[in-house]
């Protein structure tokens, strides 16, 4: 009897998958900062986490290197990154003064993020929706629901302490983004945003004064990111029912698919 061996794989095949870990060891180490009492530097791993989250998907696909196991580590990287360290940053910050309610609001942010992202997984091979619907994601993204859960923490870095660290706000806050991530509420998504050529030297402008202020101003700027999210929301709702009912037939990915395939054929 042979044994199975593993297909070897090139290099750039892995780097996807290294970036996954990236952000998976970036969580852990918010959780060390936290219980060390560094509050700006358990932000700043959450951040780093959600950058390397969002590379790791575009250059798997630029890499043509996607693969099933990738998926599901992204998927566990997420949940440990986004969904138990802003629940422990937060309890060893402030909600450890609640006792058992500061415990059962982060039990239940973490709960709610292992759903959302269950509820995401069971889609991705569900292409029987409209192609328009990859525009939007159903709830809040995890790193989006991670950033948005810490923002009380944020406001602190930047204006010490008073009402931003009540144990109580903290708590009310946190079932909210709980509430956003398992919601149904359609939220942009803007991995297939486009720019044309013409907004193409504007937006490098905005992109170099973005990072000088986030440089100059960083918490203010990332606190002033989490609300122009949340402003997004109402608009993100409006444009999905707006889309619903203009193109109620409009063709399924998997006929999107069968369709590029057919003019690609001809092509050739």
């Known amino acids: 009897m042979r044994r199975t061996r593993l297909r070897d794989h090139s290099i750039n095949r892995l780097i996807p998958n290294m970036l996954t870990l990236f952000a998976l060891c970036a969580g852990l ?6 219980l060390d009492s560094k509050w700006e530097l358990a932000c700043v791993a959450i951040i780093v986490a959600a950058l390397f989250d ?3 998907g575009r250059i798997a696909r630029l890499l043509d290197s996607t693969s099933k196991f990738g998926a599901e580590l992204d998927s566990l990287s997420d949940f440990i990154a986004f969904g138990v360290a802003p629940s422990v940053i937060l309890y060893v910050w402030t909600m450890d003064q609640a006792g058992r309610i500061g415990w059962g609001c982060s039990l239940l942010f973490s709960a709610c993020m292992a759903l959302r992202l269950a509820r995401f997984n069971t889609k991705l091979d569900n292409a029987d929706v409209p192609a328009w619907t990859s525009r939007f994601f159903t709830g809040v993204p995890a790193p989006a629901g991670a950033g948005l859960v810490l923002m009380p923490l944020i406001a602190f ?3 010490g302490s008073g009402v931003a660290d009540a144990p109580a706000l903290v708590g009310i806050w946190m079932v909210i983004v709980a509430g956003l991530l398992v919601s149904r509420i359609p939220t942009f998504s803007f991995k297939r945003l486009a720019i044309t050529q013409r907004w193409v030297l504007p937006a490098m402008v905005i992109i170099t004064v973005f990072v000088a202020l986030l440089a100059s ?7 002033g990111c989490g609300v122009a999210y949340l402003a997004s929301i109402p608009f993100s709702y409006r444009q999905y029912q707006r889309l619903a009912m203009q193109r109620p037939h409009a ?3 998997d006929q999107r698919a069968e369709h590029d395939q057919g003019q690609d054929r001809g092509a050739h």
Do not use: G, M, R, V
Request: proline share 5%; hydrophobic share 40%; net charge negative.
């Open 29 to 34: 180490t918010s959780i060390k900062f936290a």
């Open 54 to 56: 969002a590379l790791d």
């Open 157 to 159: 870095n930047e204006y």
């Open 217 to 223: 101003e960083t918490w203010n700027t990332i606190l």
């Open 251 to 253: 063709p399924t990915i």
